[in-house]
């Protein structure tokens, strides 16, 4: 059976219907609805004028609904000459120990951010020419300022950025077809796609960590009646760990991320894309820990041997089908991938579940005669690696 949505599908319209307002439309106001799978995380609703950007995002995060609003205003060029952002609880207030607001204002060679505080007020000024800001995630709306800024020639792929904390960074696009551009310099390089008005109109994350998707619609969104309806997350992806025995000390484990499919594509698809390296889980690496020399591969097949100790799993899918791959580095989180420390890679087989396997899920398994399988279940199918078992030095 299939899990529960987090919003559940078929109370979307009554909710969308129940935030709109009535208001008279700027012909630049959108929204955008950040959809994993078929679970609402995450809406933005901005309204860009030719001196203002003004918007605000409503996220459910694992622990809290919040909320973040920004208010830039805009030169004759184009660029952001001062900000406003204020971080949220759901309703409306500040939360505790947090900073009221963040003032960014931008002259032509520096940039100075003010964080004030209920009973102080922090400035740092840096030196930076005709800097731009860094928002948080799902605060894509801004975007469409990089798009004009390219659209009159200037060289948008690594401008200098300041965002809520820290020292510059940087933002900026990278082409990725006529009208569609990569992002630079925010956590995840998400695809976006504009229009010849420089309107953003879809986010597309199926090709990082981040796999949410989100589609241009309408402004006159009550964000802070939607934030009421929210609930937090949760963990989304639970961590796990699979167990085999094989004799008295033979211990083979594997700890990993169970992320959910939510109705997305898998094998071959958006969550595991074909020839891309996968973290096999979700968030740290995906480990794998054994007290025994084991040998992984069939009869007739490549094998790849590992002695006792710990090592990261990978897979890359291919048109020939999964292959897992066996890293030396460990303790990273798994985006970190070092194909120079790969131990080897070895042909899984890929066949049907005996049924849907909403969430995904290692098992060792112990067989007779020093043998085991390494198996790896989600969605619709099993991708799994014989392996045998020597008894350590």
Not at 212 to 227: F, W
Not at 290 to 306: E, H, N, S, Y
């Amino acid at each position: 059976m299939r899990t529960r949505s987090l919003i559940p599908l078929q109370a979307a319209p009554v909710l969308v219907a129940a935030c709109l307002v009535t208001t008279s439309l700027d012909a630049q106001q959108a929204s955008l609805s950040y959809m994993l799978g078929k679970d609402t995380v995450a809406v933005e609703q901005f309204t860009r004028t030719a001196t203002s950007l003004v918007g605000e995002m409503v996220q459910r995060t694992g622990a809290a609904v919040v909320r973040f609003q920004y208010d830039v205003r805009l030169g004759a060029d184009g660029r952001p000459v001062a900000a406003t952002m204020r971080r949220l609880a759901a309703d409306g207030t500040v939360p505790p120990n947090a900073p009221t607001e963040t003032r960014i204002a931008v002259s032509r060679d520096s940039v100075v951010r003010t964080v004030v505080w209920n009973d102080s007020t922090q400035r740092r000024a840096f030196a930076a020419r005709g800097a731009m800001i860094n928002f948080p995630t799902f605060v894509y709306g801004p975007t469409e300022l990089l798009a004009g800024l390219r659209r009159r020639g200037v060289v948008v792929d690594s401008l200098v950025a300041v965002g809520l904390a820290g020292s510059p960074g940087f933002t900026g696009l990278s082409p990725d077809g006529a009208l569609s551009a990569r992002l630079r310099g925010g956590a995840y390089a998400m695809l976006l796609t504009f229009d010849a008005a420089d309107r953003l109109l879809s986010v597309d994350g199926s090709g990082t960590t981040n796999k949410v998707l989100a589609s241009r619609g309408a402004g006159g969104l009550d964000l802070a009646a939607l934030a009421r309806t929210m609930t937090p997350t949760g963990v989304l992806s639970q961590r796990d760990v699979a167990r085999g025995a094989f004799g008295a000390g033979g211990i083979v484990l594997v700890d990993y991320g169970r992320p959910h499919v939510r109705e997305r594509s898998v094998w071959g698809g958006t969550l595991v894309p074909t020839d891309s390296v996968w973290r096999a889980g979700a968030n740290d690496a995906t480990h794998l820990f054994t007290t025994r020399t084991l040998t992984f591969g069939g009869a007739g097949d490549a094998t790849v041997t590992v002695e006792p100790g710990m090592y990261t799993l990978w897979v890359m899918h291919t048109a020939g089908g999964p292959r897992l791959i066996i890293n030396r580095q460990t303790g990273q989180w798994g985006t970190v991938y070092d194909a120079s420390r790969d131990v080897g890679r070895v042909a899984m087989q890929l066949s049907p579940a005996p049924s849907w396997v909403e969430e995904l899920t290692f098992t060792v398994r112990s067989l007779a005669g020093n043998r085991g399988t390494l198996e790896l279940a989600w969605g619709p199918s099993v991708a799994s690696v014989p392996f045998t078992v020597t008894a350590g030095r």
